[in-house]
Each structure stands twice: as structure tokens, then as C-alpha cells.
């Protein structure tokens, strides 16, 4: 619900919002971490949050191999992220495509980027950064 309280907030001050997190990958994480009666609770909140705040009109993807977002992962040093192995990112990512890719089917209305983040360094490099500003500006 952080998220969505987030993004609430952030589309009651103007009628844009830019985010860094994803509904669909936060429901992937409950596909996966929840049993039954809570994911079916869960998958009700977000479906009311994707009624009452619509669809995003451009879904970014960062995309990396798993080995690659685990040496990420441990760069960080995040204790609550020890327990990350790269099946679960093999699983989380296959979800949130799978559900990207039936956005895109069901959703003219929706732009779509994908990135190669171990292709273009977007976190240091300018150049890169300044491609990737140009790609967004001719989707808004």
C-alpha cells in the first residue's frame, strides 16, 4: 500500500507522476510469496488500485540477466535481500513479463521501454543516460 498511497499523493499535486516502482511487480512478489486466502485479498487491493488510479501511459522495463541483478543485489548489501537467489528472479521476471506482455495486448493506450541495463549504464553514464531521456521523450 506504500506505493499506492505514493502515487496518490504525487497525482493529487499534478496529473503526471513518475515512478520507480511497479504495481505488477509488486503483485508478482505476492503471486509468489503469498498463499491463497491473502493473495486473493491482495490481488482484490490491486485490482481497486488499477481502477481507481488507472493503467500507467508509459511502463518502463529494465531488463538484465539474473546473475547480473544478483551481483547487484549483494553490491548492496541489503540484509533483507540475502535470501535472493536467482530462481526467484528467473520466476519474478518471467511474471512481470508475462503480465507486461498482456498489458500490451489488452492496452493500446499504453507506450512501452525496455532497456538493457548491462547494455547502457544509466546510474554514471551521461551518454547513456541523455539515450534513454531522448527514447521517453518521443513516447510522452
Same mark, same amino acid.
Given at each position: 500500500?506504500? &506505493? %499506492? &498511497? #505514493? @502515487?496518490?499523493?504525487?497525482? +493529487? =499535486? /499534478?496529473?503526471?507522476? !513518475?515512478?520507480?516502482?511497479?504495481?505488477?511487480?509488486?503483485?508478482? %512478489?505476492? !503471486?509468489?510469496?503469498?498463499?491463497?486466502?491473502?493473495?486473493?485479498?491482495?490481488?482484490?487491493? %490491486? #485490482?481497486?488500485?488499477? +481502477?481507481?488510479?488507472?493503467?500507467?501511459?508509459?511502463?518502463?522495463?529494465?531488463?538484465?540477466?539474473?546473475?547480473?541483478?544478483? $551481483?547487484?543485489?549483494?553490491? *548492496?548489501? *541489503?540484509?533483507? +535481500?540475502?535470501?535472493?537467489?536467482?530462481?526467484? @528472479?528467473?520466476? @519474478?521476471? /518471467?511474471? !512481470?513479463?508475462? +503480465? !507486461? =506482455?498482456?498489458? $500490451?495486448?489488452?492496452?493500446?493506450?499504453?507506450?512501452?521501454? =525496455?532497456? #538493457?541495463?548491462?547494455? @547502457?549504464?544509466?546510474?554514471?553514464?551521461?551518454?547513456?543516460?541523455?539515450?534513454?531521456?531522448?527514447?521517453?521523450?518521443?513516447?510522452?
Amino acid at each position: 500500500l506504500q &506505493h %499506492y &498511497h #505514493d @502515487l496518490k499523493r504525487k497525482l +493529487e =499535486e /499534478s496529473n503526471s507522476a !513518475v515512478c520507480d516502482f511497479s504495481f505488477t511487480q509488486d503483485l508478482g %512478489y505476492a !503471486v509468489m510469496g503469498l498463499k491463497r486466502k491473502p493473495l486473493k485479498i491482495f490481488k482484490s487491493i %490491486y #485490482d481497486y488500485i488499477i +481502477e481507481e488510479l488507472g493503467e500507467p501511459s508509459l511502463i518502463i522495463s529494465m531488463k538484465c540477466s539474473a546473475e547480473e541483478l544478483l $551481483r547487484r543485489i549483494k553490491l *548492496r548489501g *541489503r540484509e533483507e +535481500e540475502i535470501l535472493i537467489n536467482s530462481n526467484f @528472479l528467473l520466476n @519474478l521476471s /518471467s511474471f !512481470v513479463n508475462a +503480465e !507486461v =506482455e498482456k498489458k $500490451r495486448k489488452l492496452n493500446k493506450y499504453i507506450q512501452f521501454l =525496455e532497456i #538493457d541495463t548491462e547494455k @547502457l549504464n544509466i546510474i554514471t553514464n551521461s551518454k547513456d543516460q541523455n539515450f534513454i531521456l531522448k527514447k521517453i521523450e518521443k513516447l510522452i
